[in-house]
């Protein structure tokens, strides 16, 4: 099983504002990043350190942490939103990563 | 520009083993250290081990420990994956992606560039 809980869906309507969680002790430890799937394609980094995002990446994404729960939020999604996501950070000892289960976004 | 390209999709029967590369270009290689994930269809990322660019020190999943073997070549600036014992359950995309720990010394860390995956189809 994961050490890094996600839910598997969720969905939110088009133009408003969504947050995907991601839950675990090492958390209250380690930094997470988040990633961004589209179907057939690589994963691709949205955010990172909790805060950070990439250049390239729309400011429409955020993230925050506190204690054992990070979380990704979309303020104002977009259709091309629709992706599975996962967080990733270390293990409770540090030493090996982890990724999460993966929450499906749904754009309705 | 950072490209790290694998190679082709292979066919594997079960018992069988497959070399994965990730052949790395546009920074220096011996800087980063290269992870392996795993994604059966449909399923979930997961990981599978690294090596460091430097040094060549590995680490792997408590889950795949004894049956992958991680490498690389600074000549090549390549990554290897080795995965032995192939079952059907192997089955999946394999991509190498790029650590970087940003800012340097931060514990910060991010998969910065992807490989392009690499399809495994182990089938009797």
């Known amino acids: 099983s994961s050490e890094l809980t996600q839910d598997p869906a969720v969905s939110v309507a088009l133009g408003q504002t969504v947050r995907i969680t991601c839950q675990g002790d090492?958390?209250?430890?380690?930094?997470v990043s988040w990633y961004q799937q589209k179907p057939g394609q690589a994963p691709v980094v949205v955010m990172y350190?909790?805060?950070n995002r990439p250049s390239g990446v729309p400011d429409r994404f955020s993230g925050s942490s506190s204690g054992m729960t990070s979380s990704l939020t979309i303020t104002g999604a977009q259709a091309e939103d629709e992706a599975d996501y996962y967080c990733?950070?270390?293990?409770?000892?540090?030493?090996?990563?982890?990724f999460g289960g993966g929450t499906k976004l749904t754009v309705l | 520009q950072v490209q790290l390209v694998q190679s082709g999709a292979e066919v594997k029967k079960p018992g069988a083993s497959v070399r994965v590369s990730c052949k790395t270009s546009?920074?220096?290689?011996?800087?980063?250290?290269v992870h392996w994930v795993r994604q059966a269809p449909g399923q979930r990322l997961e990981w599978m081990g690294c090596?460091?660019?430097?040094?060549?020190?590995?680490k792997y999943s408590q889950k795949f420990q004894g049956r992958v073997t991680i490498t690389r070549d600074t000549s090549a600036t390549t990554a290897y994956l080795d995965v032995g014992s192939l079952r059907s359950e192997d089955t999946a995309i394999f991509y190498c992606?790029?650590?970087?720990?940003?800012?340097?010394?931060?514990?910060?860390?991010?998969?910065?560039?992807w490989g392009q995956g690499t399809l495994v189809t182990v089938s009797s």
């Open positions: 090596v460091n660019g430097a040094n060549g020190y590995t």
């Open positions: 090492s958390l209250r430890r380690y930094f």
């Open positions: 350190g909790e805060t």
């Open positions: 990733c950070s270390r293990d409770s000892n540090g030493d090996r990563v982890v």
């Open positions: 546009g920074y220096t290689f011996t800087t980063y250290s």
């Open positions: 992606a790029r650590e970087r720990e940003l800012p340097r010394g931060s514990g910060i860390y991010l998969f910065d560039y």
